[in-house]
């Protein structure tokens, strides 16, 4: 089955600092990865993807995540994080590689970027 | 700015009732997901349509969910009868494909249910 982990519960990372939240995969055939982020009562908002081409794929907000095949991993980045970068972040993947476009999500790692 | 409206926000019902969840999808998108959300179980996908036509409801609970979609502007969600194992942030999320290509998907604010 097409899945994705993410290993940490929680990031905390002072204001301005570069961040990392960390995904790594699961799949057969191509792995289309996502990014998502979810702000408090609110529903996801679509971060970046990768389908093929550069392993570095750049997204909204500054955001931008990194493909490494032989780590089978797709980490989130930014090199300066911000208060309002605060939130759940999701790391999701195809679920069917044969048809449909629906996703499978990770458990959400929550950011949290501190003054 | 086009955005996926959910319908209602919050829903307080008891056990036993029906409890009916709307989704308006963005305009011209001809795909629609539900998910539901918990703190347990993080981010399910319950079911999803394309062009009004169910692709995937292996996600939901047959013998009390059902999903339809009525028409293109229209999405619902049913739960019969609610059990408070039911309580939950639903998500309903639109998109298009292009091309074939994996495409993102567009989230409504969702509705919190609660089931005493």
């Known amino acids: 089955a097409q899945s994705v982990a993410q290993p940490e519960d929680q990031v905390n990372v002072a204001e301005g600092n570069p961040l990392t939240v960390k995904c790594t995969y699961s799949v057969s055939g191509n792995p289309y990865l996502f990014w998502y982020v979810q702000y408090p009562n609110r529903g996801l908002q679509f971060l970046l993807k990768y389908i093929t081409g550069d392993n570095l794929v750049k997204g909204s907000y500054g955001f931008e995540a990194e493909f490494n095949k032989s780590q089978t991993s797709f980490h989130l980045k930014k090199p300066s994080a911000l208060v309002s970068d605060s939130a759940l972040y999701f790391c999701?993947?195809?679920?069917?590689?044969?048809?449909?476009?629906?996703?499978?999500f990770g458990k959400g790692t929550s950011l949290l970027v501190t003054p | 700015d086009a955005r996926v409206t959910q319908t209602p926000r919050h829903k307080v019902t008891e056990m036993g009732q029906e409890v009916t969840m709307r989704c308006q999808p963005i305009l011209g998108h001809n795909t629609v997901f539900w998910y539901r959300q918990t703190m347990m179980q993080g981010l399910e996908l319950l079911a999803y349509f394309r062009n009004r036509a169910p692709l995937d409801d292996s996600g939901m609970p047959k013998d009390r969910f059902s999903a339809e979609m009525p028409d293109a502007t229209l999405a619902t969600l049913k739960i019969q009868p609610s059990e408070p194992r039911d309580s939950a942030v639903y998500f309903c999320?639109?998109?298009?494909?292009?091309?074939?290509?994996?495409?993102?998907?567009?989230f409504g604010p969702g509705t919190r249910l609660t089931v005493t």
């Open positions: 999320a639109s998109g298009l494909p292009k091309q074939g290509t994996p495409y993102e998907q567009y």
């Open positions: 999701a993947v195809r679920r069917d590689p044969n048809s449909g476009y629906a996703l499978n």
